[in-house]
């Protein structure tokens, strides 16, 4: 099946700072990747899709200044926190689509801001 | 806005029982339907998807319906095992075919 990576797995940074999230399509090729957040026992949020090349599309609520979206080619999305807050700690989650949109998922990415 | 429940919240069960979890969506112009399933601090993996045509699908002890009228769809674990403990995500995927709405999960404990 599709692999998806994620990088780091687990982050602690300081307040104030920008941290900066990848996500990988190992073998296939990604036109559409997608950044999610999940809180605690929660649901998994959408913040943004990026389709390779263009600007992500964010989701009501979500500031694009703050979480800064690139997809610099078919395998490779990433996303910069930037001004690391606490309320920021959360579990980063993508999923990469193909021609087929069905999207295939990382492991995660843990921040943690200090 | 499409929303997506899931009943119940949490489930401790004891090993060998038979179980349902619930998905309930609010929009039934659905894509498909997909389960996860996700372990403590990890990703989601990807247990059955259902598209809008079909009315169940099935692979090993799990089985998965739809019922797309209703906006109801059923997780079925047979023969529950204490590795089957994980939250149970329920998704649909709208009728675009990109954007995936997600419940916010059935936490599964099956106790030896």
């Known amino acids: 099946g599709a692999v998806v990576s994620q990088h780091p797995s687990r982050v602690i940074c300081k307040s104030g700072t920008s941290v900066k999230i990848e996500c990988r399509s190992l073998?296939?090729?990604?036109?559409?990747m997608f950044w999610y957040r999940q809180f605690p026992k929660k649901s998994l949020m959408l913040m943004a899709t990026s389709n390779e090349g263009s600007k992500a599309t964010y989701e009501q609520g979500v500031e694009k200044d703050k979480f800064l979206i690139n997809h610099a080619s078919l395998t490779l999305s990433t996303l910069t926190v930037t001004s690391a807050h606490p309320e920021d700690s959360s579990f980063y989650i993508c999923?990469?689509?193909?021609?087929?949109?069905?999207?295939?998922f990382g492991p995660g990415t843990r921040l943690t801001v200090t | 806005k499409q929303e997506v429940t899931q009943i119940p919240a949490a489930l401790s069960v004891p090993e060998g029982e038979n179980l349902v979890l619930n998905c309930s969506f609010t929009d039934s112009a659905i894509y498909n339907l997909q389960w996860f399933r996700q372990d403590p601090g990890k990703g989601l993996t990807s247990l059955l998807l259902i598209q809008s045509s079909q009315r169940e699908q099935t692979s090993g002890r799990l089985n998965a319906s739809l019922d797309k009228s209703s906006g109801r769809s059923t997780l079925y674990i047979a023969a529950s095992q204490p590795g089957d403990s994980a939250t149970y995500l329920c998704?649909?995927?709208?009728?675009?075919?990109?954007?995936?709405?997600f419940g916010e999960g059935t936490q599964l404990t099956v106790n030896p």
């Open positions: 998704a649909v995927k709208d009728t675009s075919g990109s954007r995936l709405t």
């Open positions: 999923s990469a689509a193909g021609t087929n949109y069905e999207q295939y």
């Open positions: 073998d296939f090729q990604a036109t559409t």
